[in-house]
């Protein structure tokens, strides 16, 4: 049974940080790309980060990038969402996704990933 099972979230200032971990199950995990997205109340699910585990090339969003780092350790299983210098527009669920690296033509549109999280809860307050 495919797991990938989200850790991390909380409550943070602005201008503080947080990282999340995503671990993941029941697949073989190198050749998959895993990613990050998020959802806020209201607003549609976008991508924030991915990451493809054969050869590590990485993936952001323009609103994200500089501030958030992604990192797989392949060995563990897991990948590791570094997020900095948050602001209050970041509070939403995050979510990670897997999918097959091939079968994934745009790292950051969720509708190419098959498998997700639950998530968990990011809150910046102001």
Not at 7 to 20: I, T
Not at 58 to 68: D, E, L, P, Q
Not at 69 to 96: F, G, H, W
Request: glycine share 12%.
């Amino acid at each position: 049974e495919v797991q990938l099972v989200e850790s991390g979230g909380g409550l943070v200032q602005a201008g503080g940080s947080l990282r999340l971990s995503c671990a993941a199950s029941g697949f073989t995990f190198y050749g998959y790309a895993i990613g990050w997205f998020r959802q806020a109340p209201g607003k549609e699910r976008e991508g924030v980060s991915a990451i493809t585990s054969s050869d590590g090339n990485t993936y952001y969003a323009a609103s994200v990038k500089g501030r958030f780092t992604i990192s797989s350790d392949n060995a563990k299983r897991t990948v590791y969402l570094q997020m900095n210098s948050l602001k209050p527009e970041d509070t939403a669920v995050y979510y990670c996704a897997a999918s097959e690296e091939h079968t994934v033509v745009k790292a950051l549109t969720h509708v190419w990933y098959d498998y997700w999280g639950q998530g968990t809860q990011v809150t910046v307050s102001s």
